[in-house]
């Protein structure tokens, strides 16, 4: 178990989606109601396409979740710019579900790894192509920015996905389950601090 600084601002959720790690989450951003845009999309985004920019997730600050130095940073994969829920989910369940590969990008986009001073890694990734403003070997504090919430790599919408690692191999199983230092949660209508606890999943929340 560890203790992290929450790796975003604003209005975040969790979710856990089916094949990911236990320790393995994605974060969506959110208003009040859980929604990641707008109502008036959820038709565009089921039945012909919306635009990337309309979620709340696209382009905000990724910020480091512990201090430590860059172990490895890469950039340069495209986004998917429109989204189309059935046929996103096809191509990642059927198409690139297929693909086998030791390309971690592949799947995870532009990620960022970094090495926290007790030997353990946060790993952030689906970044968004030409945001990434660390390198490897840099050192970062908590909370410095890193990058910028992107649609790269296995993603069908835009979304953080983050875990720690004991082991610096993204495909690696050494995932070790972490907790926030401090937060708020948006539960039964009101605002609840919390402190080195994990929102659960589906409740709105954000740093303090
Ligand atoms: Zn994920």
Known sequence: MCVVEVPHRGIWQIVQPPGHHPYALDFIAVDLKGRPYRPWNLAKHVFSSMDVKDTFAWEQPVLAPIPGEVYFAHDG??????????????????FQGRVRTSLFEQYGGNYVIIKGYSGTFALMAHLRCGS???RKGMTVNEKDPIGLVGNSGRSIQPHLHFQMMSD??????????????????????????????LPPAGVPFQAL
Request: charged share 25%; proline share 8%; no cysteine.
């Open 77 to 94: 994969q495209h986004d998917q710019m429109r989204l189309n829920l059935p046929l996103d989910a096809l191509r990642i369940l059927f």
């Open 168 to 197: 610096p191999d993204p495909f690696g199983t050494d995932l070790i389950p972490f907790r926030f230092r401090k937060f708020q949660k948006f539960e039964n209508g009101e605002w609840i601090v919390a402190t080195e606890e």
């Open 132 to 134: 990434v403003s660390v």
